[in-house]
C-alpha cells in the first residue's frame, strides 16, 4: 500500500530520515574521524520531531544532543534517551532541580548560577558536568572575555561540577568575514590562557553549520550542526561546500473545488477578485498552520507536479489556489507547500525569500499542527501524532474504565480498612491488568546488578561457537540477580531472552513468562552463549532448569518442579539470577519495572571495572517518584523506595558512566 493510501491526515510534514542520514554521511566527512559532533534538536528540531531526529542521529554518530532549555531536555529524557543533552541557552536557577533529576548538561554564562548548581549537586551527592560559555562577541550569552578565565577558575574549585566543555558562538558564521577571524583569536586566547594556568578542559567547541562549511580549520573537539543537518544551506555562499538534501516536506491535500465567475472575489478582504472564469481549490492550511499570512497572493503551491498561486489572503485554517491551469485537479489531490513533486520543488529558502524571513524560521513554524510521518527509502517508517507530547490511551475504553473507578470509590470510601484495600487493588487490575488474566502485583522488589571484568579463562567457546567469539576484554561481565515477592500462578514458567522489541512483545504475552530479558542490539551476542541462567530461586529452594531451546520468540529457558503446584496462587519470594555481557564501548544499562510494584532497591555495584563518573536517571511514576540514592564512590550506586510506596509500571533508571 502506498503512502498516499496510508494517509489519514488532511494535512501532515514528511521528514525523510534517508536524507537525513545522507546530511550526516556529509557533516562527519567534513569534521573528520576525530571531532565529535552535537546535533542541534532544539525548537523540536527545527520542527522535524526532536525525538524521532534525536534517536536517527545517534544512531548516525551523533556524541551530544543540543537543546534549547531544560524542558526540552526533559522531553528527551522521558522518551527514553540516555546520551549528553547540552542546553546551548544559558540556563536559569529555576531549571537546576530538572537538570540534576534528569542528567542535563547546562551552558553556564554566570557565576551566581554555577554556586547554585553547586549548592545543589552537592545537597543531591552528585559530580554534575557543565560547559562555559564564553562571549566572544555575540553580544547575547556567555561570559565576557574579560571575565571568562576567573569565573572557569572558581568553577573548577567546585567539587561537585565537572567543566566537561568550554564554547563560544559565531555571530556570522554563514560567510567569510574579519569579524569571526576576531572572534576566533579571542576565543583562542582564553584557552591558551586556561592552559598556561594548567587548566584542561576536554571538550572545546564553536562551530555551527557555517563554521562548518567555511572554516574547516575550527572545528577543534566538536562541531554544531543545525540547520546543514536539515537539509538546507546556512547561506548561498556555503551551497558548494557540501552536497545536502532537504529532510522536511509539507503536504496538504485539495478538499474542494469550484467554478468561479469573472469578477467574484475570493478570501477576506476581497485582496483576489476573478478576471475570467477561474477554478479555485480549497486548502486545509492557514498561518494557524504556520503558512505564513505574508505569503498571501505571492505564494505557490505543487499539484501534480505543476506550480499554482495562492488566490487571496490566507486565513488562520484554509487558503485557496487558482488551479486554472490544470483542468484535472480534483478534491483529494495532493498538494505540496514545501518539497517536490513530479520534478518540481519548493524549498525553505524560496518561501522565505517570499516573506523576508529565514530558512530557519521557516522550518520551525511551516506545519506545527501536522504530524510528522517519517519515511526511509521512501516508505513511512513512523507517525508521530502533532499532540505527541500528551499520553493518549490506547484502549477506546479507557475514560468509562476510570469514570466507573472513581464512582465506585466514592460510593465505598472509608467504609472498612478491608474494602479500601479491596478498591486499591480493583483499580490497579482495571488500570494495569489484561483482560484475560490477573494482574500481577509484586512485592520488596530488588535488582542487584553486578559489572565486573571477566577472567583471563572466561568467556571463550569451545568448537562450532568459536565462529561467533569475540574477545571477553571488550566485554563486562553482567551478574544480575533479582528477587520479589508475587502470587506464583503456574507450576512450570520460562525465562525468555528476547533478540528485539518483537521477541520481548511475544514473551510478554506468554502467561507461563516469569521474567524476559532483551540482548543489546548490535554487540554480536548469541542467546544460548552469552545469557545464562545461572539459579532460580523460590522461597530460598532451588527451582531445577528443565531445558532451553531457541524458537521464533526467541530464546527460552523452562525451569519448574512438581513440588510448586503447592504453592500456587500463594504468595511467594521469587529469585532468578542471570549471567550476561555487554560491550565496554556501550556505556549504559536500564532497568526497568513493568508490574506495579510496592517497595523497591535497585543497585548497581562497578568496582574494580574502572568505570568513572557514574550517572542514574530515574524515571519513577507514584506518589513517591524520587527514591532515596546511596552512593559509594567507585563503588555502587543504589535506589530505594520504601516498603509501603507504589511505583507504576513503565517506570525504571538507567545507569550511564565513562570509562
Known sequence: MSLKEKQKYRSWVEVDLGN??????????????????????????????????????????????????????????????????????????????????????????????????????????????????????????????????????????FPNLSLEGIFTHFAESEILSYYNDLQWRAFREVLGQLEADAVRIPIRHISNSGAILNYPDYHLDMVRPGIMSYGVYPSPETRGKASLVPVMSFKTRVVLVKEFPEGYSIGYGRTFITRQPTRIATIPVGYGDGFGWLLSNQGEALIRGKRVPIAGRISMDMCTLDISSIPGCAVGDEVVLMGEQGGERITADEVAARVHSISYEILCALGKRAPRVFLYKGQADRVEPS????????????????????????????????????????????????????????????????????????????????????????????????????????????????????????????????????????????????????????????????????????????????????????????????????????RLFSAYLVYPTRGMEISFQYGGTGIKNLRDIGFFAGKHPYPETTREEGESVTLRLGDDAWIFPTSGVTFIWDI
Open 20 to 157: 537525513f542520514a545522507a546530511n550526516w554521511a556529509e557533516m562527519k566527512r567534513l569534521a573528520g574521524s576525530d571531532v565529535k559532533i552535537l546535533q542541534v534538536v532544539k525548537a523540536d528540531a527545527y520542527g522535524h520531531g526532536a525525538i524521532e531526529i534525536s534517536n536517527a542521529a545517534l544512531k548516525n554518530g551523533a556524541s551530544f544532543l543540543g537543546v534549547a532549555n531544560a524542558d526540552e531536555g526533559v522531553q528527551l529524557r522521558v522518551s527514553g534517551i540516555a546520551a549528553p543533552i547540552l542546553i546551548l541557552s544559558p540556563a536559569t536557577g529555576s531549571e537546576i532541580d530538572q537538570i540534576i533529576k534528569y542528567d542535563l548538561t547546562p551552558s553556564v554564562s554566570d557565576l551566581g548560577f554555577a554556586r547554585e548548581f553547586q549548592r545543589k549537586a552537592r545537597r543531591a551527592g552528585i559530580r554534575a558536568p557543565l560547559h562555559v560559555e564564553v562571549d566572544t562577541g555575540m553580544g547575547r550569552g556567555g561570559t565576557l572575555q574579560a571575565e571568562a578565565c576567573q569565573a572557569i577558575r572558581e568553577i573548577t574549585s
Open 387 to 586: 499532540l505527541r507530547r500528551i499520553f493518549i490511551p490506547d484502549e477506546e475504553k479507557s475514560i468509562a474504565r476510570i469514570d466507573s473507578i472513581i464512582r465506585h470509590c466514592f460510593q465505598t470510601r472509608a467504609r472498612n480498612q478491608e474494602l479500601g484495600d479491596a478498591i486499591y487493588y480493583e483499580m490497579f487490575e482495571t488500570l494495569f491488568g489484561k483482560e484475560d488474566r490477573q494482574l500481577e502485583l509484586r512485592n520488596d522488589f530488588r535488582y542487584r546488578i553486578r559489572v565486573s571484568e571477566f577472567s583471563p579463562e572466561e568467556g571463550v567457546p569451545d568448537g562450532d561457537a568459536m565462529q561467533h567469539h569475540v574477545p571477553v576484554r571488550d566485554y563486562f561481565k553482567v551478574t544480575t540477580h533479582v528477587e520479589y515477592t508475587k502470587a506464583i500462578r503456574n507450576p512450570v514458567f520460562l525465562i525468555g531472552c528476547a533478540r528485539g522489541n518483537e521477541q520481548l512483545a511475544a514473551f510478554f504475552e506468554d502467561k507461563r513468562c516469569e521474567y524476559r530479558w532483551l540482548l543489546n542490539p548490535g554487540e554480536n551476542l548469541v542467546p544460548e552463549l552469552d545469557f545464562r541462567v545461572n539459579r532460580v530461586r523460590i522461597d530460598g529452594e532451588e527451582v531445577p532448569l528443565l531445558r532451553t531451546e531457541n524458537t521464533e520468540r526467541g530464546y527460552e529457558v523452562w525451569c519448574g518442579s512438581e513440588e510448586l503446584k503447592k504453592k500456587l496462587n500463594r504468595q511467594v519470594r521469587v529469585e532468578i539470577e542471570i549471567e550476561t555481557k555487554q560491550r565496554k564501548s556501550n
